[in-house]
């Protein structure tokens, strides 16, 4: 089985020596901190309290969002999709990466010092609120208002598949703002956060295939008063945020989706080196060799190209062309992977309860969440 060299400083080319004390670090704490209680959180559909607050306080939840740190947090990235549970990968990137990167990047000061300390100290839960039932792929089919008071805004509107979302203490919340009639694009749309307990905010999980860690909920804002000063950037301007901020979501899910293939090959070459099938370890079949060595040399190519995404972030240079070919190369071949790590283990991985299942049923939403895979294709076409 091929593991990481921790040894070896070159290995993805974009990483320095020091990488790899801190990569073994991180495994560590995901070994003491996560591993242990996975599947509890599986089963409860959501992280516990206690364990946000630990991951917290053992410094996960306060990494790099970007400068030459920024590389940390891919290494922290890619060990957590190695983890092999993709709820809690996801959960924690919203939380830590694509939710908070709004107020990092154009949040107020105060903003900043009201919930950035409770995010990194895993005491406020975040949560990202964009996708509604005619607006997904297509942001402008927007239809949530934030409509003005004399104090600021009144929320109505309903927001699906939020990740973290019914505990979720705020919200990074789309909606439009215009007050005129509909003009094109997401012109007049802005960010607000909301406090999950402002009245009016009701939220019921939507269990999904996949991703039980997740807690993906619906969210309804009902008549909510929301003040003026939670406005996040500027008014109308969602658009100029999103472009920057979702690439660097893309980015995110693409490096956990990394993680998340190299978990998987790791599984299927301990199944094919001990299961037996005509009296031979299923890895000596010719077959078997040749699928695994395909899904290794892709595994190669995403993971460097991963890093090179991470270096450019590191250096403020973080591109939509690169973001959406990692994102749409990453999960893909996570699907792959998964199917194959499935169709190896026979029937015994198609078992509800087998690893093999949870993995395929995780991996099938890479290519949905954060951008689907033909959207992805448009912008790597339309970037060419
Ligand atoms: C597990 C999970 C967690 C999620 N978490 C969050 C969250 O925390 N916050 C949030 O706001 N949203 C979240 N989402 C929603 C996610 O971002 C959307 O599912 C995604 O943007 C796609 O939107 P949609 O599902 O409405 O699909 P639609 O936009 O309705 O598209 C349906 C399908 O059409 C195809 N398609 C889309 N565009 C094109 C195109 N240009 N050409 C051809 N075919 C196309 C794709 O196959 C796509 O899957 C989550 C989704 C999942 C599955």
Redesign the pocket.
Known sequence: MRHIDLSDPGHVGFLAADHDGFRAHIRGLLDGLVRPHADDWESERGISRSGWRSLGEAGLLSLEHSGPGFLRSAIFLEELGGLGYGGIR?SVA?HAYMAASYLHLFGSEAQRQRYLPGVRQGRLIA?????ESEA???LRELSTRADPTENGYRVTGE?????NGSRADFLVTLATTRTAQRSNGLTGASLLVIDAGTPGVSRHPEP?LG?HS?D?SRVRFTDVDVPADRLVGRRDRALQHLVHALDFERLVAGMLAVGGVRHCLDLLHAFVREHRVKGVPLGTHQAVRHRIADLESSYELVRHYGYRAAWLQANGRLDTRTASVLKLRATELAVTAAQTCLQFHGARGYAADAVAARLYRDAM?GP????????LR?LVYETT
């Not at 949560?127 to 996708?131: G, M, V």
């Not at 969440?369 to 033909?374: K, R």
């Open positions: 996801a919203v949560a990202l609120a964009l996708t997904g792929s297509d927001k699906l598949y939020v990740a999904m991703w997740a993906v939403a949905i969440a954060a951008g689907a895979s033909e959207l448009d």
